[in-house]
Each structure stands twice: as C-alpha cells, then as structure tokens.
T-cell receptor
Framework: EAGVAQSPRYKIIEKRQSVAFWCNPISGHATLYWYQQILGQGPKLLIQFQNNGVVDDSQLPKDRFSAERLKGVDSTLKIQPAKLEDSAVYLC?????????????FGPGTRLTVL | EDQVTQSPEALRLQEGESSSLNCSYTVSGLRGLFWYRQDPGKGPEFLFTLYSAGEEKEKERLKATLTKKESFLHITAPKPEDSATYLCAVRSGANNLFFGTGTRLTVIP
C-alpha cells in the first residue's frame, strides 16, 4: 500500500516570497491533516479536512496560510508571504475517518527554510 | 489549556540497558494518549494509544503504561535500531492531537 506522498521534500525561499506544498494521501482516506513541526518541537496541527470540507483550521494563520483539498483527494498548503518563523517541516497525514487517530499515517514532510 | 511535557529531552543508553521515557499531561477530558516514533527526515509513526488509567500496551521491546497524570514508555533491552525521537500526544474533548516536544533516544552498540 502506497503511503502519504509529499512534494517537494525541501524548499529554500527568501522572506516575503510565496511557496506551495502538495500532499497525496493514502487512497480511500477521507481525513487529511497538515501539521507544522518546528525544529525541536512536536507537530502542531494547522488544518484538518474531511473529504473536501474543513473540519478545523483554528491554528492556521489565515493572513498568510491557505489550504485546499479539491475533489477530496490531493491537498495543497500555501504560504504567502513567508516569514522567517515559518521555517519548519510541514507534515501531511491522512486517516480513514474523523476519529481514526490510531490510523493516522504521516508523510515524510517538506522541510522549508526561509532566509 | 492542554499541556504535554516529555522527559528527558534526550537519553543515551547502552545496548541492552533498559529505561523509561515519561510523558506528563494536563487535559480536560482525556480521549486518548498516543505514542509515536519519529526517525530523522521522516514523519511520525504510530506506536500505541492508551485510553484509561491502568491500561498497558506492548510491542516488541516497548511497553506503554498510563496513569491519571502521566504515561511511561518502557524500553527493555534496547537495540541501536530503537534510536529515534519518541513523541507523546493527547486528545481531549473535541480537540485534535496535541504533541509534546519528544524524547530523543540514542542507543549505543
């Protein structure tokens, strides 16, 4: 079974530039999560989708971050404009359903460096 | 506000030297405590979920236990391949997972 795919794996940009990350969840998984993991910290949930609807985006900095999950499959997370403090690993995860935390599978992440 | 504190931040063990990692938590209405393993450059990998005080789960050399205020991840006779960061997370109420900062474990051959 293929895992959660993310691209790119690494991205270096300058502050005030824009960047987008892509995630392809495990086939059939209805729930998709985007997490931000700053070096030395645990992952922090940014946004959760159930199919193509947003379930929780309370910790998403909406002035600069946006995310979408068109057709309830792939998802993109965008940052515009980026700040130095956005340097982190952005993890995508998916699970079969809303309460399937035991079955939450993570992708390898995209490491973003903002200079 | 939910709080999760993991200790120690880093732990070095000789191969075969058993030890425990601690995760203390403060949540309103625990709906699950989760342990994950994270290798460098990879996403977290699910290990265990515990739901109520007194519950225990085991997998190979790992055993997780839960009390009303903390959870322990016991590692028996660790091997170098057990080296990783171990993350603890809690879920309370309608909230999603809230992660601790992790314990970085190094097992020396």
């Amino acid at each position: 079974e293929a895992g959660v795919a993310q691209s790119p794996r690494y991205k270096i940009i300058e502050k005030r530039q824009s960047v987008a990350f892509w995630c392809n969840p495990i086939s059939g998984h209805a729930t998709l999560y985007w997490y931000q993991q700053i070096l030395g910290q645990g992952p922090k949930l940014l946004i959760q989708f159930q199919n193509n609807g947003v379930v929780d985006d309370s910790q998403l900095p909406k002035d600069r971050f946006s995310a979408e999950r068109l057709k309830g499959v792939d998802s993109t997370l965008k940052i515009q404009p980026a700040k130095l403090e956005d340097s982190a690993v952005y993890l995508c995860a998916s699970s079969p359903g809303l309460d399937s935390y035991n079955e939450q599978f993570f992708g390898p992440g995209t490491r973003l460096t903002v200079l | 506000e939910d709080q999760v504190t993991q200790s120690p931040e880093a732990l070095r063990l000789q191969e075969g030297e058993s030890s425990s990692l601690n995760c203390s938590y403060t949540v309103s209405g625990l709906r699950g405590l989760f342990w994950y393993r994270q290798d460098p450059g990879k996403g977290p990998e699910f290990l265990f979920t515990l739901y109520s005080a007194g519950e225990e789960k085991e997998k190979e050399r790992l055993k997780a236990t839960l009390t009303k205020k903390e959870s322990f991840l016991h590692i028996t006779a660790p091997k170098p391949e057990d080296s990783a960061t171990y993350l603890c997370a809690v879920r309370s109420g309608a909230n999603n997972l809230f992660f601790g900062t992790g314990t970085r474990l190094t097992v020396i051959p």
